[in-house]
T-cell receptor, first 114, second 115 residues
Framework: AQSVTQLDSQVPVFEEAPVELRCNYS??????LFWYVQYPNQGLQLLLK??????LVESINGFEAEFNKSQTSFHLRKPSVHISDTAEYFC????????????FGQGTRLTINP | GAGVSQTPSNKVTEKGKYVELRCDPI?????LYWYRQSLGQGPEFLIY????????DSGLPNDRFFAVRPEGSVSTLKIQRTERGDSAVYLC?????????????FGAGSRLTVL
């Protein structure tokens, strides 16, 4: 079984500042890792994913996350945030063997202040 | 369809009543998932269908909850004898196939309020 811990429930930052949203996971098997985003009044949508290969993965809107196997982490970063990045961000993990369920963290609410 | 469609978007019911929530997945997606999201929490897995069969129902909290997918497309989540603690947003997602590498596409959710 897998579990996910998102260490910060809320992260307030100023516009154009850098941000890091922390995610740690636990699993006895190899994993796939995801970040999903939920903008206000919208459904969950995929932001980025790590399946294999390069441990650094990027989204189309400037976010990146790095898979660190030794620290069992998959932190999400952006060097300069915009007001439009205000949303709730969920880290999720699943085992790579078979049809396993996606397990989500508690979520981190990112609030961008002007 | 173009996306995952869930109906109703909002449902208010009284304690003890029966509720059905419907999910219409993306056409051709064989895998369908139900999650429940309580206020301030992440989505919590309920059940996963591969085709018509429930491949994993380990997340259903008790026998008041049941889900079907009789023709391998539309799914219905059924809740009997609703309790106030069942109040949450129920999310449906689908993917082309089961398996961890496949990205889930989520619907907008059905918000259930039990008075």
């Amino acid at each position: 079984a897998q579990s996910v811990t998102q260490l910060d429930s809320q992260v307030p930052v100023f516009e154009e500042a850098p941000v890091e949203l922390r995610c740690n996971y636990s699993s006895s098997v190899s994993v796939y890792l995801f970040w999903y985003v939920q903008y206000p009044n919208q459904g969950l949508q995929l932001l980025l994913k790590y399946l294999s290969g390069s441990t650094l993965v990027e989204s189309i809107n400037g976010f990146e996350a790095e898979f660190n196997k030794s620290q069992t982490s998959f932190h999400l970063r952006k060097p300069s945030v915009h007001i439009s990045d205000t949303a709730e961000y969920f880290c999720a993990v699943t085992g790579i063997q078979g049809a396993q369920k996606l397990v989500f963290g508690q979520g981190t609410r990112l609030t961008i202040n002007p | 369809g173009a996306g995952v469609s869930q109906t109703p978007s909002n449902k208010v019911t009284e304690k003890g009543k029966y509720v059905e929530l419907r999910c219409d997945p993306i056409s051709g997606h064989t895998a369908l998932y139900w999650y429940r999201q309580s206020l301030g929490q992440g989505p919590e897995f309920l059940i996963y269908f591969q085709g018509t069969g429930a491949a994993d129902d380990s997340g259903l909290p008790n026998d008041r909850f049941f889900a079907v997918r009789p023709e391998g497309s539309v799914s219905t989540l059924k809740i009997q004898r609703t309790e106030r603690g069942d109040s949450a947003v129920y999310l449906c997602a689908s993917s082309q196939q089961g398996g961890g590498a496949n990205v889930l596409t989520f619907g907008a959710g059905s918000r259930l309020t039990v008075l």
